[in-house]
């Protein structure tokens, strides 16, 4: 199934750009893609960062339904 | 009057915030005679020092749709907690200067105690919550990704 | 740049406290790249009603001397409690309609913690300690003496 | 001894005058001279006040200095 994954801040400048299309398993969790993530961009290992699955912050067991946003989000400097 | 009911108003703004545009912004509260107590927080960007650099300038970016949305929200449940009769908050996007603005939040109430204690709610729930990424640009073109504390 | 050193400056002013003077005031410290925070506490004049009658305004008067000597000493509290850049503190004398502005207190500081618990505790400090008396007056030309709650 | 007393705010209204000058007896305290003010105003007796002796806000026990200015301050309502 198709998702969208975007990304914030300094996670831009590890991976280089802002947006890309995944095509990944049904019943996915959202730990299990944090593991494809780090497998693509390695270097995401040293950094701190947040997932946000259709803008909301979810546990790492919940599954990502199909045609999500997946935002990877770096520490909030807001204000 | 009733700001409550009003839809979401945007809060990000391009570039910094003017004391002009805070001065209307007050001057538009006049008419609302049952405020007796506004609190205002600005943030300002500040010339630290970092490594024998000094930073120049902050560039805002977001993720603007769940940020607006999360706004939204601190919003709503600043009004359910607190007794206001208003509420306004503006964040910068893009680059603001050092000695510049990038956050308004403004609150009234009839009571100081109320409008007090929802401006620092409001202001500590936007730094926790809302996916805003401050980059400090220094005058040597580097630049380093700042973390609230 | 060192509000501290200055000799005592006149808190009262005549009158409301215009939108533009707050803007104004504002725009000063954006020369001042070590500040990250403001709180501006704005008190407003509120039509109450009591027993049927709506206040149309307060007329300020204060032991003038004594309050001016208040003010400082409360000023020179605030920098020993709190690390502060910048300090502000505005009240008017004489007649303020409902709607207007009669009290501005402005603290500036590196961190947003300081800055906003340095303006609460000037806030409270004033209206507790400092000999200012507020006279409502309605729209009969009656008026009644207010008291700080 | 000479004193200044003065009246402010709703107590203005019961002396309806701002400003008077006193002579008083030698070592009188705050207290008795209080006892002083609404034996000339009675209207007093019903009214909240402090009285600050050279703008400062002290013990009833303290005696008055000489040229001392004794201001009658109602409750304050600044802000």
Chains 1, 4 share one sequence.
Request: charged share 25%.
């Amino acid at each position: 199934m198709k998702v969208t994954v975007r990304y914030f801040g300094k996670i831009q400048e590890v991976t280089d750009l802002s947006e890309e299309h995944w095509d990944i398993a049904e019943s996915l969790t959202i730990d299990a893609f944090r593991a494809y993530l780090i497998e693509k961009y390695p270097a995401l290992k040293n950094e701190t960062y947040q997932l946000a699955v259709n803008q909301e912050l979810l546990d790492l067991n919940k599954t990502i339904p199909a045609m999500a946003e997946i935002a990877v989000l770096p520490p909030f400097s807001g204000g | 009057m009733t700001d409550k009911k009003k839809k979401p108003k945007r809060v990000f703004v391009e570039g910094p915030i003017s004391p002009e545009k805070i001065a209307t912004s007050i001057a538009h509260h006049q008419v609302k005679t049952n405020i007796g107590a506004h609190d205002i927080f600005l943030g300002q960007v500040r010339a630290d020092e970092i490594d024998g650099k000094t930073v120049q300038a902050i560039e805002y970016s977001a993720h603007e749709e769940m940020a607006e949305n999360l706004f939204h929200e601190i919003r709503e449940s600043a009004f359910e907690k607190y007794d206001l009769t208003c509420m306004h908050i503006y964040h910068s996007l893009g680059k603001v200067n050092t000695g510049e603005i990038c956050l308004f939040v403004f609150t009234s109430s009839k009571h100081r105690q109320m409008a007090m204690d929802a401006c620092r709610y409001l202001v500590e729930e936007i730094k926790a919550k809302v996916p805003v990424f401050g980059k400090e640009l220094f005058e040597d073109n580097s630049h380093q990704w700042k973390v609230n504390t």
